[in-house]
Nanobody, 123 residues
Framework: VQLQASGGGLVQAGGSLRLSCAASGGTFSSYNMGWFRQAPGKEREFVAAISWSGGSTYYADSVKGRFTISRDNAKNTVYLQMNSLEPEDTAVYYC?????????????????WGQGTLVTVSS
């Protein structure tokens, strides 16, 4: 499956953005999906994951209560709604997908990665 992330941009602290990740070339509804991010000079880190049905979601402690992951299997798209953004959220955000255990979506071992979209939060 190919993943195309979009929706990044520049936003002031306290603002909101919604990222989208469109999937093609596979049976989207059979994939667990997730989001990672990588800030300048830092390692890639897990942000959120969602099961193939949307029934289970997982979040990093740093974004819990501020970010919401969701999916629309009819549109082959996964979303990341980001509210109350902080300068520390500045990073390139990557969507990920894997047919295996959702646990893999919390690691860098997911099989499929999108190209990334840049989110910049100004203070």
């Amino acid at each position: 499956v190919q993943l195309q992330a979009s929706g990044g941009g520049l936003v002031q602290a306290g603002g909101s953005l919604r990222l989208s990740c469109a999937a093609s070339g596979g049976t989207f509804s059979s994939y667990n999906m997730g989001w990672f991010r990588q800030a300048p000079g830092k390692e890639r880190e897990f942000v959120a994951a969602i099961s193939w049905s949307g029934g289970s979601t997982y979040y990093a402690d740093s974004v819990k209560g501020r970010f919401t992951i969701s999916r629309d299997n009819a549109k082959n798209t996964v979303y990341l709604q980001m509210n109350s953004l902080e300068p520390e959220d500045t990073a390139v955000y990557y969507c990920t997908g894997d047919r295996g255990s959702i646990v893999k979506l919390r690691t860098t071992q997911a099989a499929h990665w999108g190209q990334g979209t840049l989110v910049t939060v100004s203070s």
